[in-house]
């Protein structure tokens, strides 16, 4: 008798440190995130005058939706199981168009950056330390087409910016272009910035 209730703790004792290891994996371990940057062969902007001109579409606009529940995909090569692409398909309400045209008021938009669901945990995976658009925020978009039709943010982080101040990921101290960049552009459509910067504010204190 004494034997068996030994064997029952024990067993209890082991079906409790399971389930605590189970727990501790899949929420701290399973959910957590950590940020892998890629390099990448892309072409480059280094002025405003040079990214407005490569850009097919500009607007200002902002995501509708949080990072986690937009559409992304990621491809592995079937022989390594390597990354081989990925993007997000981030959904923009368009406010204004400075160049090109679009078909609706709801933009899809290509975003160099994507997460990645491993056993030890998620990557959000980037390329050249891109971060997502916030969904709310204000940005001005510089895009192209790429061969599938799809515009995707060119220029990469120097190809996007925030213009209500509410994502303070969109600029670093290190990325020197992205700030000489946005200054030019803030002396081309200066006017334009802050009209929409003083619309966001106003309606965001109104609370709609």
Known sequence: MLLRRKRTVILIALAAII???SCFYYFVIYHSVRTVSIQADYKGYSTGEALFS???LVVIGSPIKDFEDREMQVTTFSTTGAIEDFYTLTEIKVERVLKGSVESP????IEPIALNQTLTGREKIAFEDY???KNGSQYLIFMRRNTKGQ???INMQA???NLDQTDQ????KEN???QKIFEEIKMSFGSLTKHHIAISAKIRGMGI
Not at 169 to 172: E, G, I, L, V
């Open 19 to 21: 389930l605590i290891a």
């Open 54 to 56: 490569g850009a097919e």
């Open 106 to 109: 709801i933009l899809k938009v």
């Open 131 to 133: 971060t997502e658009m």
């Open 151 to 153: 515009y995707s943010v």
């Open 159 to 161: 190809g996007k910016f």
């Open 169 to 172: 990921s969109d600029f670093s």
């Open 176 to 178: 020197k272009i992205k």
